[in-house]
């Protein structure tokens, strides 16, 4: 069974202290994974695609990671805006959906 | 930039009643999902339409009913509210099987009472 699991469920920052975020997946057939932030209210915003092991993206003071098996989000230096829920998702070759995460919410404080 | 847009944002419904969420995309996106989102759980895929005049279930179809009217638009529709329905509903559209990405609207919350 295709499934994603996030750790840790929340997180609590400093202003300047970095952390990484995990995405572990299970998926017969990756066809690529997904990293986006959702801030309360709001529908989740697009950060980065991944589409195979080895492979980096970077955003400012994020960096998505990929191996076989799960995902890191690096935060480097993050700050109080940074606060937010991250999500991952993964999309299986077979088909059109999408399988979510339930998400690290991150809490920077100043 | 519009993107996708969703109505309404907000929603009481009494039990037993019927409505219909509406979402539209601007970027000539061929599928488009809608989803509930519950504290403490992830994206749940309630249905998708891979492409115009295809609509297939996804994890929990239950009480809902879709129609994909055309490439822009496709809709949920809830025949007899139940409280078991009360949730955050978002509408996505995603340009292709590889990606880029799938773009959010706004979400509906929906409370059913």
């Known amino acids: 069974e295709d499934q994603v699991t996030q750790s840790p469920e929340a997180l609590r920052l400093q202003e300047g202290e970095s952390s990484s975020l995990n995405c572990s997946y299970t998926?017969?057939?990756?066809?690529?994974l997904f990293w986006y932030r959702q801030d309360p209210g709001k529908g989740p915003e697009f950060l980065f695609t991944l589409y195979s092991a080895g492979e980096e993206k970077e955003k400012e003071r994020l960096k998505a990671t990929l191996t076989k098996k799960e995902s890191f989000l690096h935060i480097t230096a993050p700050k109080p805006e940074d606060s937010a829920t991250y999500l991952c998702?993964?999309?299986?070759?077979?088909?059109?959906?999408?399988?979510w995460g339930a998400g690290t919410k991150l809490i920077i404080k100043p | 930039n519009a993107g996708v847009t969703q109505t309404p944002k907000f929603q009481v419904l009494k039990t037993g009643q019927s409505m219909t969420l509406q979402c539209a995309q601007d970027?000539?996106?061929?599928?488009m999902y809608w989803y509930r989102q519950d504290p403490g759980m992830g994206l749940r895929l309630i249905y998708y339409s891979a492409s115009e005049g295809t609509t297939d279930k996804g994890e929990v179809p239950n009480g809902y009913n879709v129609s994909r009217l055309n490439k822009r638009e496709f809709s949920l529709r809830l025949e007899s509210a139940a409280p078991s329905q009360t949730s955050v509903y978002f509408c996505?559209?995603?340009?292709?099987?590889?990606?880029?990405?799938?773009?959010f609207g706004q979400g509906t919350r929906l409370t059913v009472v």
């Open positions: 996505a559209s995603i340009g292709l099987p590889l990606g880029p990405a799938a773009f």
């Open positions: 998702a993964v999309q299986a070759r077979s088909n059109y959906q999408l399988i």
């Open positions: 970027m000539n996106h061929n599928s």
């Open positions: 998926v017969s057939g990756l066809r690529g």
